[in-house]
């Protein structure tokens, strides 16, 4: 069973709408990450997040907004997004490492679609 | 065998065989490298890890061999069974003091009874 816990499983929205997917982890790890992953496709990163503080933005387009209200816990807020925006978002979470991130530890994913 | 094409290369092998699955990495400054195994409907799982420093590093039935000359990286996996069959990823590590894991185009593992 993973550690890091991700909801919902499954999500439809509309291109209009306002949802967000939830990240929890429980092991004390300080590092946390949101990657997308379309299908036949890795896993490609968006944010990472070390000690609460957003370290790298990969140049995702303002229409999601991570968060990371503590340091279990880990948000994506989704507004006015595209179909083609339709994936599956896993969260990860680690310890923080000077030479490498150590093992990322992922969660089973958010499928989202968009219509 | 191994097939490219528009979709994952899938390597077949029969049970009891052991497997090789390469990938080619991008960052000659990438300091660390894992392999990941995702089952269908699963976030990916840990598999082994290595550092630049390192050539190779062996776990249970699985091995990792760094070639930073050529910049590749394998994973050798001996016996493989069933419960092998899944996609597998290496990852790089290309972002120095920061967490930034970058995932390769992955390779599809079949094993056939």
């Known amino acids: 069973d993973t550690e890091v816990t991700q909801t919902p499983k499954h999500l439809v929205m509309g291109m209009t709408n306002k949802k967000s997917l939830k990240c929890e982890q429980h092991?004390?790890?300080?590092?946390m990450y949101w990657y997308k992953q379309k299908a036949k496709k890795p896993p490609e990163l968006m944010f990472v997040?070390?000690?609460?503080?957003?370290?790298i933005n990969e140049s995702v387009p303002s229409r999601f907004s991570p968060e990371c209200p503590n340091s279990s816990l880990l948000n994506l807020h989704l507004h006015a997004l595209q179909p083609e925006d339709s994936a599956l978002y896993l969260c990860?979470?680690?310890?923080?490492?000077?030479?490498?991130?150590?093992?990322?530890?992922f969660g089973e994913g958010s499928r989202l679609t968009v219509l | 065998g191994e097939s490219v094409g528009l979709h994952l290369p899938t390597l077949s092998v029969q049970e009891g065989d052991n497997s090789i699955i390469n990938c080619a990495y991008s960052?000659?400054?990438?300091?660390?490298f894992i392999w990941y195994k995702q089952e269908s409907g699963k976030g990916p799982q840990f598999i082994i890890d290595?550092?630049?420093?390192?050539d190779k590093r062996q776990g249970q039935r699985v091995t990792v061999l760094l070639n930073k000359t050529v910049k590749h990286l394998s994973l050798q996996i001996a016996a493989t069974q069933p419960g092998d069959s899944a996609v597998y990823f290496c990852?790089?590590?290309?972002?120095?003091?920061?967490?930034?894991?970058?995932f390769g185009a992955g390779t599809r593992l079949a094993v056939h009874p």
């Open positions: 092991m004390g790890h300080r590092a």
């Open positions: 990852a790089e590590n290309t972002g120095g003091g920061y967490n930034k894991l970058i």
């Open positions: 960052n000659s400054a990438s300091d660390y």
């Open positions: 290595i550092r630049s420093n390192m």
């Open positions: 997040y070390s000690y609460e503080k957003l370290s």
């Open positions: 990860a979470s680690s310890q923080p490492g000077l030479a490498g991130p150590g093992e990322l530890f």
